[in-house]
């Protein structure tokens, strides 16, 4: 069966060249010194780990906790940000696939390392933990563990994201 799509492709095209166009313009118009207006909320300088980490941390009810699984895994808080990826699972692929597209930091639901806790003194000769921590060190990503608070999330950022796939 031939599927009819709902704009025909030159209208896709013409959709996303006036789209380009008017992002590319945005762009332009918000560059320093070329605007004519001012921006009454600058961009900050840099944003690092922590400044992320707090800003998401504004929207979950109670934070921070006393006592979390969610903790920066590896990386360093004070780290300017460059790009962001977000993850169920670290997996050696992840960070690939994170250092290929220029981002210095993931958001993962689950552990790094294996555990919970992310206990890993076992795990300091096992060669599967080191590759992974030479390629985080070697690319420089922070890795945060972003668990118990998005289960606080109202709504549960896990559930929602569920019930909408």
Known sequence: MKHKHPIPFSGRRKFLTSVTKLLGTSLVLSAPGLSLAKNPHPA?????????????????PNAPFASTVDQLRSGSLDQE???IVTTMFPTVEVI?????AGANF???HETPFYN??????????????????DLLKKHQIAV??????????????????NLKN
Request: hydrophobic share 35%; glycine share 4%; aromatic share 12%.
């Open 44 to 60: 900050p300088d840099t944003f690092t780990v922590k400044r992320v980490i707090d800003t998401i941390l504004k929207e979950i």
């Open 81 to 83: 940000v460059k790009g």
């Open 96 to 100: 690939k696939k994170t250092a290929q």
């Open 106 to 108: 993931i958001i993962a």
């Open 116 to 133: 919970n806790q992310d206990e890993t003194d076992w795990l300091q000769q096992d060669d599967a933990y080191r590759y992974k921590i």
């Open 144 to 161: 945060w563990r972003f668990h118990d608070y998005w289960h606080a999330h109202k709504p549960d950022g896990i559930i929602m994201g």
